[in-house]
């Protein structure tokens, strides 16, 4: 926060050792543009399940998830340089792009054959601090942008403070478009991921299940590589040889692995990442560190906003976990919603038929546990 009118704060680029200070060393990695920084950026944002036949072994979730993550998630994290993941990010913007055309067009083909739920308009219900954490989550990318900056050509503060102010603008809009249409749909059945409301006959839908799985592998790596950074700066000194490279890279997607393989509902998962990880990366850290470290006064406008956000962050970590934990949502992965059934559906524009519809949704909803 508050670049503007603190320049003299800051080191000048073009000083070797002042980017060594800022960065991890890239001297000897390619270079990206600032088109490519943005894409990376914001395919870290944007960046879950695919939706298929659970009783076929073949084109089961499990098998799906283990065929994928050896034929294209491990070999696009093996990449040392973070600049050759910029076409990457460029292809996952646009397929996530193509998502959103498909949700906004089902939110006028299909929203009004969706009954609404009584309380579907009430603002900031109790549990509103869940989603400020799931949306804390869904725009954190804290934890590549040293990375992305020092892939820069040419990396300045005045150049990566347009990309991150850029890159975020996109990230909002998009994110604010995908929740407003899909709320819209399905009011107060909209699943935490929002492909668990559509229908599996819905061709169009289908499509975009297997686009939003193209997403999710090519946004994955950008995310190892981060991680993989961490460990060979904290553990081995900043560098590490093709056989370490390797080795870490294979453990890190295998836990990765093995933890989406144990769990299918996306919405906890999202809960407990923005309580316990978003909210201190974006509220909490950030804050102490400037106040510990800022010589401004205290009146100061960026010392006021540390300030309010620190006390913030710590409500949401703290609120949001408890809440995660005592009121988990429902999660209704690979089931049928109730308004898919041709008999259902055929009554969706009946008012009457509200109490019974909403009855046989908690049915389906409470048989898979």
């Known amino acids: 926060m508050g670049y503007q009118g603190r320049q003299r704060t800051v080191p000048l680029q073009g000083d070797l050792d002042d980017r060594e200070t800022l960065v991890s060393a890239h001297e000897n990695k390619g270079k990206s543009c600032q088109p490519t920084a943005v894409f990376n950026v914001v395919n870290s944002i944007i960046g879950s399940g695919i939706i298929v036949d659970p009783e076929n072994l073949f084109?089961?979730?499990?098998?799906?998830?283990?065929?994928?993550?050896?034929?294209?998630?491990?070999?696009?994290?093996?990449?040392?340089?973070?600049?050759k993941l910029g076409?990457?990010?460029?292809?996952?913007?646009?397929?996530?792009?193509?998502?959103l055309g498909i949700v906004i067009t089902r939110v006028i083909s299909l929203g009004p054959n969706i009954p609404k739920t009584e309380d579907a308009w009430v603002f900031a219900k109790p549990n509103a601090i869940q989603a400020i954490g799931v949306m804390s989550f869904a725009l954190i990318c804290h934890h590549n942008c040293f990375l992305v900056y020092g892939s820069l050509e040419e990396p300045t503060v005045a150049k990566w403070s347009r990309i991150i102010h850029m890159s975020i603008l996109v990230s909002v809009f998009i994110c604010v478009l995908f929740a407003t249409c899909g709320y819209l749909t399905f009011t107060g059945f909209t699943q935490g991921d929002l492909f668990e409301n559509y229908c599996r006959s819905d061709d169009l839908v289908t499509f975009g299940r297997f686009c939003y799985g193209i997403t999710v592998i090519l946004t994955y790596p950008i995310e190892c590589f981060v991680t993989r950074e961490v460990i060979a700066n904290v553990f081995f000194g900043g560098n590490l040889s093709s056989v370490?490279?390797?080795?870490?890279?294979?453990?890190?997607?295998?836990?990765?692995?093995?933890?989406?393989?144990?769990?299918?509902?996306?919405?906890?998962?999202?809960?407990?990442?923005?309580?316990?990880?978003?909210?201190?990366?974006?509220?909490?850290i950030p804050s102490a560190c400037y106040l510990k470290v800022s010589e401004e006064p205290r009146t100061h406008l960026d010392k006021i906003m540390s300030c309010v956000l620190l006390p913030i962050g710590a409500v949401v970590m703290v609120c949001g976990f408890v809440m995660a934990i005592t009121n988990p949502q429902d999660c209704t992965h690979g089931q049928e919603m109730f308004y898919c059934f041709p008999d259902n559906f055929s009554l969706t524009n009946n008012s009457d038929s509200y109490f019974q519809l909403t009855t046989q949704y908690s049915i389906v909803n409470t048989s898979i546990f």
Do not use: M, Q, W
């Open 244 to 284: 370490f490279h390797i080795v870490i890279t294979v453990v890190i997607i295998t836990v990765a692995t093995l933890v989406s393989l144990l769990i299918d509902c996306l919405g906890i998962v999202l809960e407990l990442n923005g309580a316990l990880c978003a909210a201190p990366l974006i509220f909490i």
């Open 87 to 99: 076409k990457i990010s460029f292809i996952s913007t646009v397929l996530t792009t193509l998502i």
């Open 59 to 83: 084109i089961g979730r499990h098998f799906i998830i283990v065929l994928s993550t050896i034929s294209f998630t491990l070999p696009l994290s093996l990449y040392r340089d973070i600049a």
